[in-house]
Nanobody, 119 residues
Framework: QVQLVESGGGLVQAGGSLRLSCAAS????????IGWYRQAPGKQRELVAR???????TYADSVKGRFTISRDTGKNTVYLQLNSLKPEDTAAYYC?????????????WGQGTQVTVSS
């Protein structure tokens, strides 16, 4: 069973930075995609950034130029560097991993880490 453990959230002032980490374990297939979503109170969960195997990286328009996703394949860890944070970035951030086993894709979520940006 795949497990995702996130860390790095916290409270930061507007304009500040944070770095989120997500360590994956229990993978038996291949990683089809790995990335980050976020959900603010009263809103739907939305994509922040994602690395798709063989297809590069995608970012939400609202974070382009401010957030950077990266991956350490040897450690099965994905990072999200959050710079120039804004109050509207406040949300619970969830790590996501899509594992491919033969022809099937299995989707996993972390428990979430809170990012709060004060104005």
């Amino acid at each position: 069973q795949v497990q995702l453990v996130e860390s790095g959230g916290g409270l930061v002032q507007a304009g500040g930075s944070l770095r989120l980490s997500c360590a994956a374990s229990g993978i038996t297939g291949s990683i089809n995609a790995i990335g980050w979503y976020r959900q603010a109170p009263g809103k739907q969960r939305e994509l922040v950034a994602r690395i798709i195997s063989g297809d590069g990286t995608t970012y939400a328009d609202s974070v382009k130029g401010r957030f950077t996703i990266s991956r350490d394949t040897g450690k099965n860890t994905v990072y999200l560097q959050l710079n120039s944070l804004k109050p509207e970035d406040t949300a619970a951030y969830y790590c996501n991993l899509d594992e491919r086993r033969r022809t099937l894709i299995f989707r996993y979520w972390g428990q979430g880490t809170q990012v709060t940006v004060s104005s």
